[in-house]
């Protein structure tokens, strides 16, 4: 039962080691035209490699590479969440958001207590993934590193696949403990749910991912809309990583 929780929990580890999925259609493609494995696969290490045979110094250069597109996702998605506050009934709900809106955009990164606060409008209309529109659904695509060039009902599924996925492998985690996680599966972990943990320390990136799971283990499948914008809620000014 342990090792079965063990290897659980570090699939959310290792799943981030997989390069973004285009890449790897495009090395098949590049296969099947026919061209030389040899040569390309060490002009082109990020496309055509996976993250294992990466050197230390390709392997930062490149996360950093794809965070920054994820990161240009970031301010269209809180404009987003800033658009739709007028349809929340609860005047309470609104003022909630309105604040954590404003201080992600002053460069203030959120408690605990902001982000679970708006649990409630994350389960329904308008935040709830099949409530999203079109434009709301291709950012937050991006933001999780997923093709946002789908038709917008594959993107929610797509979407609300890899947030289950996360939020099961989160109770994995919070059972198993992260203390149990080498440092290495502490970055990478934090790296897979939107934070940029190549350049933090071990110490402050083990806050983040236990805030994270704080987050995580205390919302229900019906609020996992507002799980999947943690991505871009708790990760934009960790530490001064929005620069």
Known sequence: MALSRVC??????WGSAV????????????????????APRYLFPRQLLIRHFWTPKQQTDFL???HAFRKQSHPEIISYLEKVIPLISDAG????????????????????HDI???RECFSNHPLGVNQLQALHVKALSRAMLLTSYLPPPLLRHRLKTRTTVIHQLDKALAKLGIGQLTAQEVKSAC?????????????????WLGEWLQISCSLKETELSL????????????LGTRR
């Not at 790296?191 to 071990?202: A, F, P, V």
């Open 227 to 238: 799980l999947l914008h943690n991505v871009v809620l708790l990760s934009t000014n960790y």
């Open 64 to 66: 950093d590479i794809y």
């Open 116 to 118: 679970l606060a708006l």
């Open 191 to 207: 790296y897979l749910r939107g934070l940029n943990s190549t350049h933090i320390g071990e110490d402050r990136c083990r806050t």
């Open 93 to 112: 709900l609104r003022w909630h958001l309105t604040d954590l809106c404003t201080k992600i955009q002053r460069g203030t990164h959120p408690a605990i």
């Open 8 to 13: 659980w929990a570090r699939s959310a580890v």
């Open 19 to 38: 390069t973004p999925g285009h890449f790897f259609t495009r090395r098949l493609q590049l296969g099947r035209s026919g061209l030389a494995w040899g």
